[in-house]
Nanobody, 121 residues
Framework: QLQASGGGLVQAGGSLRLSCAAS????????MGWYRQAPGKQRELVAAIASGGSTNYADSVKGRFTISRDNAKNTMLLQMNSLKSEDTAVYYC?????????????????WGQGTQVTVSS
């Protein structure tokens, strides 16, 4: 039900925009999130957005990444600027069964397939 796209290879300091397309009627009423997982590391929250637009971000991406959603189009975006090598990971979009942030990862019930982001230094 979730399809992530937009990953790729970019130089440090560059930008990428990830997109997550959702099917089904749950999109507009639940929180959505972007997670990432680097090799050998645990999956971690990047950013989340509630249906009403409230957001939270990992400290490591604050001021550089922006999460947004279009409920009418069932789409969520992640604009990533000033990318660093440590942002290299597989990025996953996810949909929660809840809508009040913050939400633990265990409460995200639908996951996309992931899209690779590689930042070269």
């Amino acid at each position: 039900q979730l399809q992530a796209s937009g990953g790729g290879l970019v130089q440090a300091g560059g930008s990428l925009r990830l997109s997550c397309a959702a099917s089904g009627s749950i999109f507009s009423i639940n929180a959505m999130g972007w997670y990432r997982q680097a090799p050998g590391k645990q999956r971690e929250l990047v950013a989340a957005i509630a249906s009403g637009g409230s957001t939270n971000y990992a400290d490591s991406v604050k001021g550089r990444f922006t999460i947004s959603r279009d409920n009418a189009k069932n789409t969520m975006l992640l604009q990533m600027n000033s990318l660093k090598s440590e942002d290299t990971a597989v990025y996953y979009c996810a949909s929660s069964e809840l809508d009040n942030l913050p939400i633990s990862m265990s409460r995200y019930v639908y996951w996309g397939q992931g899209t690779q982001v590689t930042v070269s230094s």
